[in-house]
């Protein structure tokens, strides 16, 4: 087993506070420092002291928002650090969802040449995605994701109790993400999540996280740096990233998973055009899905704007953009290259609604 596979095990879902209360002793830490945003920091935090037992430690609080994922917020936390004398032997911990995981991994990927990092995400989206796989990224003006660093965490340490302390909206943002692992699994399980509804269940849920972590662990142990097979996982994020980079640019609210629902419904239908899907296999999968999108409507005026976003995209090759498609639910097809008129008409598409 591989140094990365070693690392990407270290999901701590089962009896997780007295694991990781089992690598900080071991690790022997010189310092232990919290980054959280300003909701973890009222409602996760006193939970997680009580948890982990930790007494001493710093703590560098960020405003929540996609829009404060960027250099800037990390320039604060670097100094913050430094103000703090950590050295090598430090341990960073970040409390959150996505947005904190994306920043602190890479923010601590990068000081002092790199320092450890523990995950505990509180959200569904870090849960199931974010927080697994050993990606970390900040955006650069409004595009999405465009500095980052391929590093897995010294551990991720998942409780579900912190899904108690989301609302709806937050919860639906997440699923997100487990619709798309069930869509690009073989053999999908899409037909089962499908056939659920929403709101799921405590057991539900929980069996479907589960699914998730599986699926993404396995992929990324398989092609960690995104060479082939971790580029299924990136089905629906061309389209809603570029989707999402536009709304930043216009500073309007969007959520990744709201985005990533309007990406998938549109590179489905991309899809079922290239390969001959049947047609109700494309209006369930619009129908169930379009509950997660927010209501965004996508105006024809911003179509300009969002294909040159594509342009933009961070996993392009020579200069063209490459999608990661579905052949059919659980079988994926990789670099696919789609012309313009497919994508407007994919956005089209997702307009008649």
Not at 61 to 66: A, D, L, W, Y
Not at 106 to 125: H, K, Q, W
Not at 229 to 234: A, C, E, H, T, V
């Amino acid at each position: 087993m591989s140094t990365i596979q070693k690392q990407s095990s270290l999901i701590l879902s089962l009896a997780p506070w007295e694991k990781l209360n089992d690598i900080i002793n071991n690790e022997s830490y010189s310092s232990i420092n919290i980054i959280l945003d300003e909701n973890t920091e009222t409602h996760c935090l006193p939970y997680f002291l009580e948890k982990s037992k930790i007494l001493v430690y710093s703590k560098f609080t960020i405003q929540s928002g996609e829009k404060n994922k960027t250099l800037a917020t990390c320039e604060a936390l670097w100094n913050h650090w430094l103000s703090q004398q950590i050295d090598r032997k430090a341990l960073i911990i970040c409390l959150g969802g996505g947005i904190i995981c994306d920043v602190g991994g890479f923010a601590a990927s990068v000081i002092l040449r790199g320092v450890d990092c523990v995950y505990v995400p509180t959200s569904l989206m870090a849960m199931a995605d974010a927080a697994i796989g050993g990606k970390t990224a900040i955006n650069l003006n409004h595009f999405k994701n465009q500095i980052g660093s391929f590093i897995p965490p010294k551990a991720v340490v998942i409780d579900q109790i912190f899904l108690k302390t989301l609302p709806e909206r937050h919860l639906r943002n997440g699923f997100v993400e487990i619709i798309k692992h069930s869509l690009i699994q073989s053999p999908p399980y899409w037909q089962d999540i499908k056939e659920l509804g929403w709101p799921l269940d405590v057991p539900n849920l929980q069996d479907y996280l589960k699914k998730s972590i599986r699926t993404k662990t396995h992929i990324v142990e398989q092609d960690f740096y995104e060479h082939g097979i971790r580029k299924s996982l990136n089905f629906g994020h061309t389209i809603g990233h570029a989707i999402e980079s536009y709304y930043l640019s216009i500073e309007h609210d969007i959520l990744h998973g709201e985005a990533i629902a309007i990406g998938i419904i549109c590179e489905s239908y991309i899809s079922a055009a290239m390969f001959n899907w049947k047609p109700y296999i494309l209006e369930q999968l619009k129908t169930f899905l379009l509950p997660f999108t927010g209501g965004i409507k996508i105006s024809e005026s911003w179509y300009p704007e969002i294909f040159k976003n594509l342009q933009a995209d961070k996993k392009k090759l020579n200069q063209i953009t490459r999608f990661s498609l579905l052949e059919a639910p659980g079988l994926v097809k990789l670099d696919q290259l789609v012309p313009e008129t497919l994508v407007l008409k994919s956005l089209d598409y997702y307009n008649l609604n």
